[in-house]
């Protein structure tokens, strides 16, 4: 089963570009990977999804290289609103999150 | 319209109660998750059922069992609830088990054992 491994916490200041990078180093050939976004007191929000290469939406990037061993979620100019926890998930029938990455956008 | 909902939102009980948790999903998915999260915020997956049937069971205590009438519903019940059994409970759904990982959450039941 793959394992997701990312940084704890994250600091940004408005208007930056954040990346935040997950290592799956065990994925397998059917895996996608699956970002969510999560506020306090809220569910978990799918932000993005992607199996190789790069997608783009209107809320972020997510950039995975060829080995697809990791991935790297990439958001442009954040704001304040965007302190939240955001989870990598890597899976086609194994719904285990990670332990998340605890983004801090400054003024 | 909430597309996934959870009652109640929270829940404040005593040790060796028995709760229950609903869940209802309106997108038309075929399975649907309960998941918990502790004070670490760590997201641990207990059930997962498809078109009413059981397809994940994770490593949970009997106490918890969970009940799917139909397939837009799966509710969660907790018998001889314990100190240890306080988080925050999510349900979740998918248009199927394997479509990826594209889940949609509820807004969560902090249950509270006191």
């Known amino acids: 089963l793959a394992k997701t491994t990312q940084p704890i916490s994250m600091d940004s200041y408005e208007g930056q570009e954040v990346n935040i990078t997950c290592s799956h180093n065990n994925i397998a050939t059917n895996d996608y990977i699956t970002w969510y976004q999560q506020f306090p007191s809220q569910g978990p929000r799918f932000i993005i999804q992607?199996?190789?290469t790069k997608v783009t939406n209107e809320v972020a990037s997510l950039f995975i290289p060829a080995d697809r061993k990791s991935s790297t979620l990439s958001l442009p100019r954040v704001s304040l609103s965007d302190t939240a926890v955001y989870y990598c998930?890597?899976?086609?029938?194994?719904?285990?999150f990670g332990a998340g990455t605890r983004l801090t956008v400054k003024p | 319209d909430t597309a996934v909902s959870q009652t109640p939102k929270y829940l404040v009980t005593q040790m060796g109660n028995d709760k229950s948790i609903k869940c209802e999903q309106n997108?038309?998915?075929?399975?649907m998750y309960w998941y918990k999260q502790d004070s670490k915020k760590f997201l641990k997956i207990m059930f997962s059922?498809?078109?009413?049937?059981?397809?994940i069971n994770e490593t949970v205590p009997n106490r918890f069992s969970p009940k799917s009438p139909d397939k837009a519903h799966l509710n969660l019940h907790i018998n001889s609830l314990e100190l240890g059994d306080s988080a925050v409970y999510f349900c979740?759904?998918?248009?199927?088990?394997?479509?990826?990982?594209?889940?949609?959450f509820g807004s969560g039941t902090q249950l509270s054992v006191l």
């Open positions: 979740a759904s998918s248009q199927g088990p394997a479509v990826g990982g594209k889940l949609f």
């Open positions: 998930l890597v899976v086609m029938n194994d719904m285990r």
């Open positions: 059922y498809n078109n009413k049937e059981l397809i």
């Open positions: 992607g199996y190789k």
């Open positions: 997108l038309g998915h075929d399975t």
